[in-house]
Each structure stands twice: as structure tokens, then as C-alpha cells.
């Protein structure tokens, strides 16, 4: 089956950059999307088709896309980016939905 | 303001079974596809099922083919999932997720609070 990888996490300071990145053999031919998720709550998405931000989602989020990698990126990182941030996208088929194993951000 | 309500969820014994709902409202709730994901205790996202709007089309995860059908009732405006055969490794929070339109497809936009399903002796 088809397989999302992300690293499982990544540390920053505030104010930096945090970068977390997304590999998958169908990207080059699906788009990404990217969701954030704090404990105890429902996924929110903070990026679809690789790069658009939606209304309502902080400009510090970006995202950016390369062959078989997507990466999202968050500038001047906040304590309250401190959250799991996962990646979904389809199969070549675009019939099945599929999830990264999701990556902890942790603001030091 | 789109609302996703998911109901259902509980405590069930190993090859039981439980049907999960997801109460829509806030958009033309038989214009849009609609999913099942689920989350294991202290886990990552799964994605189990999709249906089209009009119900032509119905995918599944390996994990829970053969098992879980899902279905809706647009004059209901309501989704399910029908979970047959569970197992220890089904126990989780199922969320409800609204698909996006047209290109945003398939990104999930909108995602109910979820409902949790326990399986366990």
C-alpha cells in the first residue's frame, strides 16, 4: 500500500524555522495537504494543494513542494505551533486517501 | 457554519459490532464526498473509507476491507459506518471529514469531533 514519510519530530526555538518535510512516490502527480493537530482536538488543515494557505491560517505557514517531497514550512515559530503536523495525499489512482505518521513540532 | 456531529462510538467486544454516525449540517451536504479517519490511542491519522457524494464510488483502507461499509442518507444529511468483525487494533477516535470541492478534493476540510470505539474483552 501506498506510504507517506515524515520525520517523527522536529525541534525549534521560538522565532525560527521550522521546516517538516513529506515523501511519497505519487507526489509528483497529487497534490498535499497539511494538517495541524493539538492534543485532545480535531486535525485542522493549514495547507492545501501543496502551497495555498486557506483563510484564517497564519502567513508564517508556507508550503512548498519538489519531485517526490513536500515540505511545510513555518517562520517565526510560535509556542502555539507546538502541535502534530501530518501529511495526506492520494495514491497514483487518486481513489485511496493516505496519511504521514505525523511529525511532534516541539517549540523549545 | 458546516457542523459535523459523529455518534455511535463505545465499547464493544472483540467480532462485535457497531454503526457510527455523522450528523452534517452547515453546507449542501449531497455535493460533497465525505470520510472515515480514524486515530489510535497516542497514534498517527488512518484514513479508513470515502464515499461520493451520490454513493457511486466507496473506497477502503486494507486494514478495514472486507469489515467496515460505509454508507449515507442524503435526505438525512447523515453518514455512516457499519463496523463488523472488530478487532483490538479498531479501537480508536473515528472522525467524520467533509472532502473538499473539485480541486480540493481530496483534502479534508472540515472534521467532526470524532467518537471513540473501544474493543476490548
Known amino acids: 500500500s501506498y506510504e507517506l514519510t515524515q520525520p517523527p519530530s522536529v525541534s525549534v526555538s521560538p522565532g525560527q524555522t521550522a521546516r517538516i518535510t513529506c515523501s511519497g512516490d505519487a507526489l509528483p502527480k497529487q497534490f498535499a495537504y497539511w494538517y495541524q493537530q493539538k492534543p485532545g482536538q480535531a486535525p485542522v488543515m493549514v495547507i492545501y494543494k501543496d502551497s495555498e494557505r486557506p483563510s484564517g491560517i497564519p502567513e508564517r505557514f508556507s508550503g512548498s513542494s519538489s519531485g517526490r517531497t513536500v515540505t511545510l514550512t513555518i517562520s517565526g515559530v510560535q509556542a502555539e505551533d507546538e502541535a502534530d503536523y501530518y501529511c495526506q495525499s492520494a495514491d497514483s489512482s487518486g481513489k485511496y486517501r493516505v496519511f504521514g505518521g505525523g511529525t511532534k513540532l516541539t517549540v523549545l | 457554519e458546516v457542523h459535523l456531529v459523529e455518534s455511535g462510538g463505545g465499547l464493544v467486544k472483540p467480532g462485535g459490532s457497531l454503526r457510527l454516525s455523522c450528523a452534517a449540517s452547515g453546507f449542501t451536504f449531497t455535493s460533497c464526498s465525505m470520510n472515515w479517519v480514524r486515530q489510535a490511542p497516542g497514534k498517527g491519522l488512518e484514513w479508513v473509507s470515502f464515499?461520493?457524494?451520490?454513493?457511486?464510488?466507496?473506497y477502503y483502507a486494507d486494514s478495514v476491507k472486507g469489515r467496515f461499509t460505509i454508507s449515507r442518507d442524503n435526505a438525512k444529511n447523515s453518514l455512516y459506518l457499519q463496523m463488523n468483525s472488530l478487532r483490538a487494533e479498531d479501537t480508536a477516535v473515528y472522525y467524520c471529514?467533509?472532502?473538499?470541492?473539485?480541486?480540493?478534493?481530496?483534502?479534508?476540510?472540515?472534521w467532526g469531533q470524532g467518537t471513540l470505539v473501544t474493543v476490548s474483552s
Open positions: 471529514a467533509r472532502e473538499g470541492f473539485g480541486e480540493l478534493s481530496p483534502s479534508l476540510d472540515y
Open positions: 464515499i461520493s457524494g451520490g454513493s457511486n464510488y466507496k
